[in-house]
């Protein structure tokens, strides 16, 4: 086995991402590996790659970033989906699949539930913040306020672009035409 | 250089380096060091990395090419690449200047 075989067999075994991007990255070290080989010889291309496990829990580093962005996004976007009521969930929440691995069932949220709990977290941990930082009482009221008003125009901005009102309209109008057609 | 000093501009490097063109992770790293005057001492490694990182933050876009009987992934700046650059030369030049102000008046 090769010194370049053997650099990339213990990158192999020291990165922990899996799938498509994992082989990507082994492809591209291999073919550097490979030219730097060529050009220098294959013990000083190891050397100047760098150690093994350091690349490797560099790059793994990037990646569980990366996903993280992603997998916080798909949670928020899927959440008011499901909590629609209608059958189509674009995103299943990672809760469901960790309810279903640890066999405890977690309950789903009503969504005005939901808006109501994110939105006194966020203006209280703005208060708190802002006391923290020895503004007044009512400068921190003031920014637990601001806190408020923007957690609910992210959920109105975030139900807009899921198209969640038209399906809530469509729901409202049928339970009033439901209302009017008993009590009229 | 210590490569600790260099990391934490790597990625200013790195899209610096492919406003000159396209190029794949060896012919980066080749770029690197000869502008550098082989001065930089970054595992080449660690290319790898700050180049995923570009590509996520949408500064430079990948694809493969096929080219002396391999594939090779080749990197390309994209227009808020561009801009990134134009910025942190910018970002650079104020701060080597701070810096040497202060560092380079010693004896």
Redesign the interface.
């Known amino acids: 086995m090769s010194a370049v075989d053997r650099y990339v067999a213990e990158?192999d075994a020291a990165l922990h991402v899996r799938g498509a991007?994992r082989r990507?990255?082994l492809?591209?070290?291999r073919?550097?590996l490979?030219?730097?080989a060529a050009e220098h010889g294959q013990e000083h291309a190891v050397r100047?790659?760098?150690?093994?496990s350091?690349?490797a829990a560099?790059?793994d580093?990037?990646?569980a970033?990366?996903r993280g962005v992603r997998s916080t996004f798909v949670s928020v976007a899927g959440v008011p989906r499901r909590l629609d009521g209608s059958a189509a969930v674009a995103v299943r929440p990672p809760l469901e699949d960790l309810g279903q691995l640890i066999r405890v069932p977690i309950p789903s949220v009503d969504i005005r539930r939901l808006l109501v709990v994110t939105t006194c977290v966020a203006a209280a941990g703005a208060f708190v913040r802002d006391r923290a930082e020895h503004a007044t009482l009512s400068q921190a009221l003031v920014t637990a306020g601001i806190e408020a008003v923007a957690v609910v125009a992210c959920f109105l901005l975030l139900g807009r672009a899921l198209g969640l009102y038209g399906s809530l309209r469509a729901r409202l109008g049928a339970t009033r035409g439901g209302s009017s057609g008993i009590l009229g | 250089v210590r490569a600790d000093l260099v990391r934490g501009h790597l990625d200013a490097l790195l899209l610096a380096v492919l406003a000159d063109a396209p190029g794949?992770?060896?012919e980066l790293?080749r770029r690197l060091t000869l502008r550098s005057g082989g001065e930089l001492g970054v595992?080449?490694?660690?290319l790898?990395?700050a180049l995923?990182?570009l590509e996520?933050g949408g500064l430079v876009v990948s694809s493969w090419s096929a080219g002396e009987g391999?594939?090779?992934?080749i990197y390309r700046l994209t227009s808020a690449g561009r801009r990134a650059v134009k910025a942190s030369r910018q970002e650079w030049r104020a701060f080597s200047r701070a810096i040497d102000q202060i560092l380079g008046s010693g004896a």
Do not use: N, T
């Open positions: 990158l991007v990507r990255f492809h591209e070290c073919d550097h490979a030219d730097a100047a790659f760098g150690r093994p350091e690349i560099a790059f580093a990037e990646v970033a990366r | 794949h992770g060896y790293s595992p080449e490694g660690s790898y990395p995923h990182r996520g391999r594939r090779r992934r």
